[in-house]
């Protein structure tokens, strides 16, 4: 899987798999609170992802469906991951979080990402960002 022309993405570089080729970022106040609620699993397939900036914690309160959380410290290294956040629940707060991600389920596992990988962020194969 590669990004498409023009879409953001998030990659682990230590892996070496893209994470999310359709990476929107929530970076307001109305964008971080608002999230994912409301939408539905087909509106965020796989290789969806939003990047949460700046943030330390999720709830998916007024969600529809389970997904997969990575907290990314200033270095966007992974220092935690939350396989399968169901609906409805309170995530753990992470101090040493500065962003997250929120992925489709399935995603943590079949990247193989773990703590401790490090994670870029890109838009149209150009410049990596973060």
Not at 48 to 74: E, K, T
Not at 82 to 92: D, M, N
Request: charged share 15%; hydrophobic share 40%; net charge positive.
């Amino acid at each position: 899987m590669s990004a498409p022309p023009g879409k953001r993405f998030a990659y682990n570089r230590t892996k070496s798999t893209y994470l999310a080729t359709q990476l929107s970022v929530a970076d307001t106040h109305w964008s971080r609170l608002r999230g994912l609620m409301g939408m539905h699993a087909s509106d965020f397939p796989t290789g969806s992802g939003l990047w949460i900036v700046p943030c330390h914690g999720v709830h998916s309160l007024g969600m529809r469906f389970p997904i997969d959380v990575l907290y990314l410290d200033a270095d966007n290294m992974v220092v935690h991951a939350q396989e399968k956040l169901s609906p409805w629940r309170i995530a753990p707060v992470m101090v040493r979080a500065r962003t997250v991600v929120e992925l489709p389920p399935g995603t943590i596992r079949n990247t193989s990402t773990a703590v401790g990988d490090t994670v870029e962020f890109g838009s149209n194969g150009a410049g990596i960002a973060g």
